[in-house]
């Protein structure tokens, strides 16, 4: 079975700063996607960014963007010029018929 | 679209009860899921349908727990008898199972089970 695994079980940020979450994986499959899920306060759920592993060009939204090593098994986010609203658990996941969760990187957003 | 949809949004309940939870899923969506998300275990899958079948509950905790999805656009997570290490926020989630989507999965707001 695939696993992931988040090393950070938390990380602060400067407003306006830049700051990257790692995440690994692990699977022997060739094609599959990969997910950051950002859940505030509210406990709410929400998609922050998605990468097809068949993909190289790395994906982005906005001022989110993930560096995805597939040899290496490891998809990171990188959160530019942070915002207070950034502050949340942010869950990096796997998708392979099924999805998986790592265990979150709580971020602070310091003003 | 209404996005999935989670009722109750808050449950408090004594030991001993039946606790249903129900969820909608975005329609036309064929995946559907029911994750557990504590402190202690974070974000579980408990188990998953597709196009209403159960494809793995190997994550269901006990014989305590049931799953139904008896069409489309209704699902069902039942403890009974329900314990205080119930307690947990559930999620619903639910997908479209096409390469166009990128089965990115979409989550309903959850519902909070107490059980004291």
């Known amino acids: 079975a695939q696993t992931v695994t988040q090393s950070q079980p938390e990380m602060s940020v400067q407003e306006a700063e830049t700051v990257t979450l790692s995440c690994t994986y692990d699977?022997?499959?060739?094609?599959?996607?990969l997910f950051w899920y950002k859940q505030p306060p509210s406990r709410q759920m929400i998609l922050v960014i998605r990468?097809?592993?068949?993909?190289?060009q790395n994906a982005t939204e906005n001022r989110f963007s993930v560096n995805f090593q597939k040899a290496a098994k490891s998809f990171s986010l990188k959160i530019s010029d942070s915002q207070l609203g950034d502050a949340a658990m942010y869950f990096c996941a796997y998708w392979d018929n099924d999805m998986r969760f790592g265990a979150g990187t709580r971020l602070t957003v310091k003003p | 679209d209404a996005g999935v949809i989670q009722s109750p949004r808050h449950e408090v309940t004594e030991m001993g009860q039946e606790v249903t939870l129900r969820c909608k899923p975005i329609s036309g969506h064929d995946y559907l899921f029911w994750y557990r998300q504590t402190m202690m275990r974070g974000l579980e899958l408990l188990i998953y349908?597709?196009?209403?079948?159960?494809?793995?509950d190997s994550g269901m905790p006990e014989d305590r727990f049931s799953a139904k999805m008896p069409n489309a656009s209704f699902s069902t997570l039942k403890i009974q008898p329900s314990e205080p290490r119930d307690s947990a926020v559930y999620f619903c989630a639910s997908s479209l199972a096409s390469s166009g989507s990128g089965n990115t999965i979409y989550f309903g707001e959850g519902s909070w089970l107490t059980v004291v």
């Open positions: 349908f597709n196009n209403n079948v159960p494809i793995d």
């Open positions: 699977t022997s499959e060739s094609d599959y996607y």
């Open positions: 990468q097809e592993a068949y993909k190289q």
